[in-house]
Structures are given as C-alpha cells and as structure tokens.
C-alpha cells in the first residue's frame, strides 16, 4: 500500500472551502452545532459523500455517515474514519473538519487506486462535539456509543433556549437511523493536536495512545465583605486571597509533577467585585487533566486536602461543586502500533504522545478499537481563527490515515 | 460644660427619621447624591435646621450649612460641624447622618442650655461625599477647600449621564454662595467606624490623629490563551497564575507588616474566561493604605518590583495604570488632644486611631484645623443596611462632640 496516497492539493481544498461556509457578518466561523450555518457545512458534506459515491446514513441525532461499501464486503463490520464539522465560535477551519475531510479523501484515493476493502470504509461526521449550543460536547459520538439515551439528547435545551432534536428536524438531518446502527470493526480519527507538543519538538505525526481524563470543579469561597480601608489584615475573611492560595496551589503542584498532570484555573469571578471592599465571595473553576485514572484521583484528592486546610488558615468556608468528570481512556494498542508503523513506513517521525483535548475517538472506543492520528498545531493554537496547519503536515496525517484505514480494511 | 448634655431620644429619633427618607420600592436606602432621594433628606435636614432657628446657607455645590451666630460672635471664623447625609445605594442610617445630625443636636443643646459661644457654631452637609453617582467622592468638601474648581465640579457627568450642576438646580439645592464663604475656625467630624477595631477593643471612642493615604491602581496581565488540556505546564503563559501570585504577595507582605497597612484586590476578571481555555488575560485592582506617606510609597514600589520579577519567571508583561492617590492625612494635634480630653472627663475610655475610610473631613484639614471622632460599628459592618451603632455610643459621641464644640467656640 505505500504507493496509495492522497491527493493532498483536494484534501487542502476541501478543507478551505468548508472553512468559508458558516461565516457570520463579521467574517467569523460559526458553524454551531444544528444551526443554520451548520447546515451549510452538512449540505456541502453531504454533497461531496454523494460524488464520491458513497452511500450516505443520518441517524436520529444527526451523525452524517459516508458508506464505501460493494456486495463484497457489505456484510463486515465497518473501518469508520471520522471526527466532526461543527464548531465553535470564531473557530479556526481545521479542529474536526480536516479528520472527517481526510477520512472522505482516504476513500476517494482508494478508489481510484482500485483498492478493494475487505470491509466497508465509512466517515463519520458527529453532531455537536464542540458542545457550545447544546451541553454535553461530544454529544452525537456518545449518543452513537450509548452513553446518553438518543431522546435524552434531542431534548437538550441549548444556550439560546432552542431544542436540539427540534432545530435537526429543522434543518434536515433528523436522519432515521438508531445511533449506533453501524458496529465498527475500528475507528480512527485524525486531528490537529490543537497544543504545542509535536511543534515543539519537530515531529510530524503524533500516535495518540491515550486521553487524559479530565475533572472540572468550581470552587465558591465565602468570607466577609468588608471596608479595604478599615479592616486590618489580622481581621479580615478575604475570599480572593484564599481563592489566588488555591489558585497558586494547583499551579505549583502541577508543575512540580513528574507526571503530565496539568491544572487550569480559567474562571474567577469576586463579589462584590468593588475596588474597596474585602471580597465576600469568591467563584472559580478547576479544570485538571491526567491519563491516568489514579493519578487524577490524587490530584483532586490533593486539592481537597487543601482546601480543606485553607478554609482554616483563611477563615472561610468553601464549597466544592463537580461540573464533569471523564475517567481516561487508554486507545488500541493495535492500532496505535499500525498508526506508528505506519509513519515510519513512509519516512514520518513519530511519537506516542497523549490527548489533553476532548475528542469522539474517545466515546467511539466504548464500543470499537479505537486511536487517533495527530498532526502539529502552529503554535499550539486551537479554537481561533489562527489555527493553522501546514500543507505538509494535513497531507502526512491524511495519508497516515489512508494507510492505516487500508491495513484495517484487510482485516 | 461637663453638666451640658445632649438629647440622645431626640437625636436617635432624627437619626431614624432621616433613614426612612430616600428609600426605594425594595426598601433599600438609596440617597444618592442630587437625585429625588436626596432632595427628601436635604429637605428634611433643612426644615430641622429652621426649627433650630439656625440660619440656613446654601453653596454653589448644594453643600448645606446651619449656622447659630448673633451680633456677640457674628464676626468670629466659626467652629464646623458636619459630614454628608447622601447615602451609597442600599445603605446603612448612620454613615455620615449621624455626623450632620449629632451636629445639629450638639448646637440645638448648646442653645436650649443657654451656652453663650465666643464664635458661631456652623453645621454642614457636604454634597456627594459618597461618589456613587459622580466622581471623585468627597466632592462637595473638596470644592470647599479649593480642591476642585467648582464649574468643574458641577460640569461632572454621572454614571447615569446626569449632569450633577443641573441635578442640583433641579432639586434646588443650587444655593447663592461661594464654595468656602465661611471660613471655619476648626472643624470636627463625628462618624461611625466603620471598621472592626473600637467593637473588638471595648472601647467607645476613637481620637482620629489621622487618615490613611490611598493608592488605587489597575493591574494587566497579558499571557497567552491555550487549550487547558493540551498544553504542558511548563509551556504556559498562564496570566491568572501571575495575577494569584501578585494577590498572595501582597496579602502576605500587608499581614506580616508591623505597620498598619493594608493591601485589598477588590476586582478581578480573566479574559477569555473559560473553564478550558489559559487566561490570556487578568486585569485586577489593588487598593494600598497607610497612614505614612514614606510607607505608602514603600509599598508601592515593592509591589513594582514583584510585579517586574513576576514578568520574568511567569512569561507574561505586566502594565499598571494608577487609578487614585491620595497622601495620608495628619489630623490637628490639638483638636485631637481636646477630643481625648473631653471622653476622659465624661468617663469614656477612648483611643488615639487612624482612619482607614476617606471623610469630608480630610478634605477640610486643607483649610481648617481638623479632627474626627469615631464611635463603634457592630462587626464593622457599614454601607450595608446592617450598619450599626448602639444608643449608647450614639449618645457618646455626641456629647464629645457637644463639648468638643463648646471648648472651641470658647477660643
């Protein structure tokens, strides 16, 4: 298979041109999950599965599914390419698009090379895995996964008080399939890395052998309003300086590790939130991510242990509130050996390396063998217009992909 | 005079009076300065002052004076009363009303006891001490004592976009006279604490030698946004860190100071503000006080300083934008002294104190030997509606100031 490739300048422009669907009157991306401008990006999509001759699946919760499959094969269970095309707002054009984009061009150049599969080769595009409109993220990937009841998911309620399954229905792809309808044999997806690490340290493709799971908490201090003028020190109940002793805490803490461990504080908020008043309350996230399930219990054991030291030493009472916890999910050792084998096959580097993003790979692997490919990220940057990936580098990972998908579809 | 006392039943009923006046359909107190609640309680202090037979004079800036003087004394430089009625929005009763009421009572006593002074005794009202409305608070005694040129003052555009010269003709509190037609021969100021101290030491009255100097600044940290997930600690430009560094420095600097500074960070926001998302950005405030010039620019610069190293170890730029200054303030020795004097002689224990709250009576200290008096405020609590201070200490203060008030006129 190593003179199968990809037509990189097609991938490119593909990617390009999805890019510039969704735009608002200010020039920037949002392609939203189930909006309007979503539905440009999912009629386009649609369009191109169509010229490529696939056979094209909705399901209930608006996955998108390109099916390459002939009387040969249709029997197998499924390689599934795949990733998502909605975004966030004001988002870059390349976090989802370009592994969905490449699965379809994967397929394309298959074949055209005249490759015959043992088993179908689908790319799938997930609803909603930005998770800005509707809440959970990675909603259609874990509805297809069965980790959220598909009419649990078509009731969310979204920012703008509009209901998923309504605004699907609206924008047509209300689809008649039951998420999950096709079992994967294995699924891959590539992506940018959307942080620095491959940039860093110059190589081209990242084997993506696991995902950090992931605990968000906000913290609310309470203390006691008081007068910045009038209040010596000793008396004082001062929520913002405990929250800033937790914030510098974690920050230390994480740095201090060995492990990967990494903590954010990316919220606050005080009240009063006046310039001469003692802060009375004090608001604040944590975000900490490790890949392992352990390690990750420890960190938030240890920030308890010091919160519960602070509100002591503080003189403030402290409330802890979990927002989301996912346990980390370790990817197939198989397929990550393939991902591997074959960068170094067609002269990529390559290393393992762990996700610190959230992505539908992870769902998708509660039911199917499950890896993903990543690709450097300029400057680490994601989630913004300045996204970039260079051309080298979307076509590297796009033929990784084809080549991975290949050796799957020989299973 | 030690057998001259004041009415305490007729100054707590004025006290209560005046703080159901200016009351919004919450109930909250919201006398703010030259607005239709003001008005009520200006209308309602005038009227007193009438009854009082006092001469009633009215400036330029609405600042409000009841004056006791006939053709024995009319030539004196009088002895001044007085502090502000307007109130923040959601206000305690006895921030500053106390001060103009205990005012009034002092001469209505004085009068009714026959007392003969060699000089006139003047009560005043200053305008917009509070600032809620339009800046800079303290206004109205600020342009008494030549601080602010008053069609400067009365140009000011409130956060309403008000135009506070047209508020006060509005209301008719647009009076005849010049800024500082009255010359004063001292000047005392009785107030709440507002603070902790006088209520934890037992203690009913403060001798305030001085007021603290104030330095407000504005801190931008500037950092860079990156996904919380997939960027490595070492690798972060993480402003929220820098910004919780500065605020714990200076909390543990203020705290372990033998000097009474203190260091409050009132305000915070982070930009992009994101669960997930590096702050790029954290803009706080700091409010520094200290009763020492030399030492309050100490604490500045140390600030400077950290905040330069701070730069450089947490990879981000730092500017500081200076919001307010005021140089402490050094209240008349001999006032100080009298008001020490008169609490011992009537029993009272008292202390020489600094005042941590900015008060009329600073800006008059430019033109008028200046003290203050200060009687305890339950839990410190003030510009709340639990503002509080017990009959008893109310009656206290009162009576010093009475017999401060005599011993001055008596000069």
């Given at each position: 298979m190593s003179n199968l490739t990809i037509n990189a300048d097609r991938l490119i422009g593909h990617i390009e041109e999805l890019g510039r669907l969704g735009r608002d009157e200010q020039g920037r991306l949002v392609r939203v999950a189930a909006s309007d401008m979503d539905r440009l990006g999912r009629d386009r999509l649609v369009a191109w599965l169509q010229e490529a001759g696939l056979d094209v699946a909705v399901d209930r919760i608006g996955n998108i599914f390109g099916i390459w499959q002939d009387d040969t094969n249709a029997g197998q269970a499924p390689v599934m390419l795949g990733s998502h095309i909605d975004t966030v707002i004001d988002a870059g054009i390349y976090d989802g698009c370009y592994g969905v984009l490449a699965g379809l061009e994967a397929i394309e150049s298959l074949k055209e090379a005249g490759f015959a599969p043992a088993r179908p080769i689908v790319v799938a595009a997930f609803t909603n895995e930005e998770g800005v409109r509707y809440a959970p993220d990675m909603m259609g990937s874990l509805v297809y996964a069965g980790g959220l009841d598909v009419e649990e998911a078509l009731a969310t309620v979204g920012t703008?008080?509009?209901?998923l399954g309504k605004e699907l229905e609206r924008i047509g792809y209300a689809g008649p399939h039951e998420p999950g309808f096709l079992d994967p044999h294995a699924y891959v997806e590539l992506h940018v890395e959307q942080g620095p690490v491959l940039e860093r340290e110059g190589i081209a493709l990242g084997a993506v052998e696991n995902l950090q799971g992931i605990s968000w908490q906000r913290i609310v201090i309470d203390g006691v309003a008081n007068h910045a003028g009038t209040t010596p020190m000793a008396m004082r109940s001062d929520a913002g300086v405990a929250a800033a002793r937790a914030i510098v805490f974690l920050a230390d803490r994480a740095a201090a590790s060995p492990t990967p461990t990494v903590a954010t504080v990316g919220t606050i908020a005080f009240e009063p939130n006046a310039i001469n008043v003692i802060p009375s309350r004090a608001t604040f996230t944590v975000d900490l991510r490790d890949s392992d399930e352990a390690r990750l219990g420890e960190e938030e054991a240890a920030l308890a242990a010091f919160l519960g030291g602070l509100a002591t030493s503080a003189n403030v009472s402290i409330r802890t509130e979990r927002l989301a916890r996912f346990a980390p999910v370790t990817f197939d050792p198989r397929i990550v050996s393939l991902i591997e084998d074959c960068a170094l096959a067609n002269g990529f580097s390559c290393r393992r390396m762990t996700s610190g993003a959230g992505h539908d790979a992870q769902m998708i692997a509660r039911v199917a063998p499950s890896a993903m490919i990543f690709v450097p990220s300029r400057g680490g940057?994601?989630?913004?217009?300045?996204e970039f990936t260079a051309a080298g580098h979307v076509a590297a990972g796009a033929n990784i992909l084809l080549g991975v998908a290949a050796r799957l579809a020989a299973d």
């Amino acid at each position: 298979m190593s003179n199968l490739t990809i037509n990189a300048d097609r991938l490119i422009g593909h990617i390009e041109e999805l890019g510039r669907l969704g735009r608002d009157e200010q020039g920037r991306l949002v392609r939203v999950a189930a909006s309007d401008m979503d539905r440009l990006g999912r009629d386009r999509l649609v369009a191109w599965l169509q010229e490529a001759g696939l056979d094209v699946a909705v399901d209930r919760i608006g996955n998108i599914f390109g099916i390459w499959q002939d009387d040969t094969n249709a029997g197998q269970a499924p390689v599934m390419l795949g990733s998502h095309i909605d975004t966030v707002i004001d988002a870059g054009i390349y976090d989802g698009c370009y592994g969905v984009l490449a699965g379809l061009e994967a397929i394309e150049s298959l074949k055209e090379a005249g490759f015959a599969p043992a088993r179908p080769i689908v790319v799938a595009a997930f609803t909603n895995e930005e998770g800005v409109r509707y809440a959970p993220d990675m909603m259609g990937s874990l509805v297809y996964a069965g980790g959220l009841d598909v009419e649990e998911a078509l009731a969310t309620v979204g920012t703008d008080g509009s209901v998923l399954g309504k605004e699907l229905e609206r924008i047509g792809y209300a689809g008649p399939h039951e998420p999950g309808f096709l079992d994967p044999h294995a699924y891959v997806e590539l992506h940018v890395e959307q942080g620095p690490v491959l940039e860093r340290e110059g190589i081209a493709l990242g084997a993506v052998e696991n995902l950090q799971g992931i605990s968000w908490q906000r913290i609310v201090i309470d203390g006691v309003a008081n007068h910045a003028g009038t209040t010596p020190m000793a008396m004082r109940s001062d929520a913002g300086v405990a929250a800033a002793r937790a914030i510098v805490f974690l920050a230390d803490r994480a740095a201090a590790s060995p492990t990967p461990t990494v903590a954010t504080v990316g919220t606050i908020a005080f009240e009063p939130n006046a310039i001469n008043v003692i802060p009375s309350r004090a608001t604040f996230t944590v975000d900490l991510r490790d890949s392992d399930e352990a390690r990750l219990g420890e960190e938030e054991a240890a920030l308890a242990a010091f919160l519960g030291g602070l509100a002591t030493s503080a003189n403030v009472s402290i409330r802890t509130e979990r927002l989301a916890r996912f346990a980390p999910v370790t990817f197939d050792p198989r397929i990550v050996s393939l991902i591997e084998d074959c960068a170094l096959a067609n002269g990529f580097s390559c290393r393992r390396m762990t996700s610190g993003a959230g992505h539908d790979a992870q769902m998708i692997a509660r039911v199917a063998p499950s890896a993903m490919i990543f690709v450097p990220s300029r400057g680490g940057i994601s989630h913004n217009p300045a996204e970039f990936t260079a051309a080298g580098h979307v076509a590297a990972g796009a033929n990784i992909l084809l080549g991975v998908a290949a050796r799957l579809a020989a299973d």
